[in-house]
């Protein structure tokens, strides 16, 4: 899903590390043999790890084998390009040095799920339809294929709008999540409040990218049809509101990632909100609202406290990780118990949401949380799960593609120019289709 690192990083952690790959065609027949001693897992970086670690370690016992993770960051498309050289020898490979497992995300999944190098996990993993029934349909449509599962995930990613409470007593006169709600439920709205930001002194965005994803993912259409790419009406929203933001400071010129845009989320930020999805607020958000991260996550420390989520403007997702099973690993009965326990186990679910906050991939489990009196201290006493529950339901994967990622972040770069004043609008589209015509060959527009 996400969570892009900063710096370009290969490492190979021994005990538990990351595989992701892709590769030439490899028959998988060896689902009945005697399961290998080693499981490759790869990805772009430890939070996998970190899941695996807290909930299924003792899987490995139970079958007498060595996890070893293989992590490869995102940046520069890395990762894949690592994958995809690791799964193009996977016929050659021995048994232990093959990929057994590797991590994928939404915007370049299809490129795998329709490869030979995904296993179908109902027919060759083993789990059962009734095994995977509470998983959200859109977390299976992303990575399914002609009727065929190629992954499954822990996480359901719906997105909210994370705005500070103290900033919107001050502004709007209230901090309730469902009169805020009100003020922001839709875009003309949303602008009507940037503007009463911007006169009392606050920002409503921190940059360019913050609400590129709830746009991006309420297109009418995909990015390529019969592979001519076309820029749909809400792309062009996005770039017009993301302008007049900048041009009327109502953001601070930030992009997604940057030290400053960290900043904003914290302590001394002027910043009213953040579109986040549920990896973004447990994992981020909190950590950047911290005045001193070295101390207990607490009220007292920094901002820890003073956000509050909402709808926002339109239902959308941000991220998600997704296990898949690469054709031709020796260790198909661990893949099977790793991606029940991780994906499918109610228990499992509940406790991962409960311990880290996150929103997780069964929806009995997260019904049950939001019908409690769960409550997150860091939101303000809020019972965020409740909000995701609806969202989740909401979210729409019709127009996925496997040029996704691509043609989002080349968007994005060349727009950042316009918005900066360096080109002008038609002079950064055309550099968009410049560079896409470098990555992508094939399409046209």
């Given at each position: 899903?996400?969570?892009?690192?900063?710096?370009?990083?290969?490492?190979?952690?021994?005990?538990?590390?990351?595989?992701?790959?892709?590769?030439?065609?490899?028959?998988?027949?060896?689902?009945?043999?005697?399961?290998?001693?080693?499981?490759?897992?790869?990805?772009?970086?430890?939070?996998?790890?970190?899941?695996?670690?807290?909930?299924?370690?003792?899987?490995?016992?139970?079958?007498?084998?060595?996890?070893?993770?293989?992590?490869?960051?995102?940046?520069?498309?890395?990762?894949?390009?690592?994958?995809?050289?690791?799964?193009?020898?996977?016929?050659?490979?021995?048994?232990?040095?093959?990929?057994?497992?590797?991590?994928?995300?939404?915007?370049?999944?299809?490129?795998?799920?329709?490869?030979?190098?995904?296993?179908?996990?109902?027919?060759?993993?083993?789990?059962?339809?009734?095994?995977?029934?509470?998983?959200?349909?859109?977390?299976?449509?992303?990575?399914?294929?002609?009727?065929?599962?190629?992954?499954?995930?822990?996480?359901?990613?719906?997105?909210?709008?994370?705005?500070?409470?103290?900033?919107?007593?001050?502004?709007?006169?209230?901090?309730?999540?469902?009169?805020?709600?009100?003020?922001?439920?839709?875009?003309?709205?949303?602008?009507?409040?940037?503007?009463?930001?911007?006169?009392?002194?606050?920002?409503?965005?921190?940059?360019?990218?913050?609400?590129?994803?709830?746009?991006?993912?309420?297109?009418?259409?995909?990015?390529?049809?019969?592979?001519?790419?076309?820029?749909?009406?809400?792309?062009?929203?996005?770039?017009?509101?993301?302008?007049?933001?900048?041009?009327?400071?109502?953001?601070?010129?930030?992009?997604?990632?940057?030290?400053?845009?960290?900043?904003?989320?914290?302590?001394?930020?002027?910043?009213?909100?953040?579109?986040?999805?549920?990896?973004?607020?447990?994992?981020?958000?909190?950590?950047?609202?911290?005045?001193?991260?070295?101390?207990?996550?607490?009220?007292?420390?920094?901002?820890?406290?003073?956000?509050?989520?909402?709808?926002?403007?339109?239902?959308?997702?941000?991220?998600?990780?997704?296990?898949?099973?690469?054709?031709?690993?020796?260790?198909?009965?661990?893949?099977?118990?790793?991606?029940?326990?991780?994906?499918?186990?109610?228990?499992?679910?509940?406790?991962?949401?409960?311990?880290?906050?996150?929103?997780?991939?069964?929806?009995?489990?997260?019904?049950?949380?939001?019908?409690?009196?769960?409550?997150?201290?860091?939101?303000?006493?809020?019972?965020?799960?409740?909000?995701?529950?609806?969202?989740?339901?909401?979210?729409?994967?019709?127009?996925?593609?496997?040029?996704?990622?691509?043609?989002?972040?080349?968007?994005?770069?060349?727009?950042?120019?316009?918005?900066d004043g360096k080109v002008d609008y038609d002079t950064a589209l055309d550099n968009f289709y410049g560079?896409?015509?470098?990555?992508?060959?094939?399409?046209?527009?």
């Amino acid at each position: 899903m996400r969570k892009k690192m900063v710096c370009m990083v290969l490492a190979v952690l021994t005990a538990c590390t990351f595989l992701c790959g892709c590769g030439s065609k490899v028959k998988n027949d060896n689902v009945d043999k005697k399961e290998g001693k080693v499981v490759n897992i790869y990805s772009w970086n430890t939070e996998f790890k970190g899941i695996y670690e807290a909930y299924a370690k003792d899987l490995a016992k139970k079958h007498g084998v060595d996890v070893n993770f293989i992590v490869v960051t995102n940046d520069y498309s890395a990762y894949q390009t690592n994958l995809d050289e690791a799964l193009a020898e996977q016929d050659k490979a021995i048994d232990d040095d093959k990929v057994d497992i590797f991590l994928i995300e939404a915007d370049y999944a299809s490129k795998y799920v329709k490869s030979d190098y995904t296993l179908d996990v109902v027919k060759d993993v083993g789990l059962k339809k009734e095994d995977l029934s509470q998983q959200y349909q859109y977390t299976k449509d992303i990575v399914s294929d002609n009727n065929l599962l190629k992954g499954v995930s822990w996480q359901a990613t719906p997105g909210l709008f994370a705005y500070r409470r103290s900033i919107a007593k001050k502004v709007l006169g209230t901090d309730d999540p469902n009169k805020v709600q009100e003020k922001l439920k839709d875009w003309n709205s949303f602008d009507k409040v940037a503007r009463q930001m911007n006169t009392a002194g606050y920002k409503m965005l921190s940059g360019y990218d913050d609400a590129f994803r709830t746009f991006s993912n309420n297109m009418s259409g995909p990015w390529v049809e019969n592979n001519k790419i076309r820029i749909d009406d809400s792309m062009l929203r996005w770039v017009k509101q993301t302008k007049e933001y900048t041009d009327k400071n109502y953001n601070n010129k930030t992009t997604l990632w940057s030290p400053r845009w960290s900043k904003d989320q914290g302590p001394e930020g002027n910043v009213f909100g953040f579109f986040y999805s549920t990896w973004g607020i447990n994992f981020t958000l909190k950590g950047n609202s911290l005045a001193d991260k070295d101390k207990k996550a607490e009220k007292g420390n920094g901002i820890y406290g003073d956000y509050a989520v909402c709808e926002g403007p339109q239902p959308y997702y941000w991220g998600g990780t997704w296990i898949c099973a690469a054709n031709g690993s020796d260790n198909i009965p661990f893949i099977k118990d790793l991606m029940y326990r991780l994906t499918c186990d109610l228990d499992t679910m509940k406790k991962i949401t409960m311990d880290t906050l996150d929103y997780t991939n069964n929806q009995k489990a997260m019904e049950e949380i939001a019908d409690s009196d769960y409550s997150s201290d860091f939101l303000g006493g809020q019972n965020h799960i409740a909000l995701f529950a609806e969202a989740a339901k909401k979210i729409d994967m019709s127009n996925i593609t496997e040029y996704d990622s691509g043609l989002n972040e080349k968007f994005q770069s060349a727009m950042h120019d316009y918005f900066d004043g360096k080109v002008d609008y038609d002079t950064a589209l055309d550099n968009f289709y410049g560079e896409i015509k470098k990555r992508y060959p094939k399409l046209s527009h």
